[in-house]
């Protein structure tokens, strides 16, 4: 399943500057710029997806990556040697959260997100 994205603006940097963490930060400013990419080159497969859930593949230029994040009990896991080596909030877990987001967009899904970064906001790097 294909989307095309014109030109949106994205709600997980809104969320990150609001808990303190520098979004104009290259590294970071560059993974949230990639989603419109992932999304409108077709690089989500959605495995799953509903309230508080959602997994997918994801292709990056690498390889391709399972990941997937539960905001209900707030866990994640991404197949990539970052998020195995450092247990990070890898580049593919933000890139979920925001894709959940626009798949959803609903207000409660909102909260769910907001919350399950301000938990893990020190674990983004």
Request: hydrophobic share 40%.
């Amino acid at each position: 399943m294909s989307y095309v994205l014109a030109k949106r603006e994205l709600k997980t940097p809104k969320m990150l500057e609001s808990l303190g963490l520098k979004v104009e930060a290259r590294r970071l400013r560059h993974i949230l710029s990639d989603f419109t990419f992932y999304l409108n080159m077709g690089r989500f497969k959605v495995l799953r997806l509903k309230h508080g859930y959602i997994e997918a593949i994801v292709k990056g230029l690498h390889g391709e990556w399972h990941a997937k994040v539960n905001l209900l009990n707030g866990t994640f896991n991404c197949t990539c040697p970052h998020h195995k080596f450092r247990r990070a909030l890898c580049k593919h877990v933000l890139l979920l959260l925001e894709l959940y987001i626009f798949l959803r967009n609903e207000h409660k899904d909102l909260e769910l997100v907001r919350g399950f970064l301000e938990t893990y906001a020190g674990r983004i790097f």
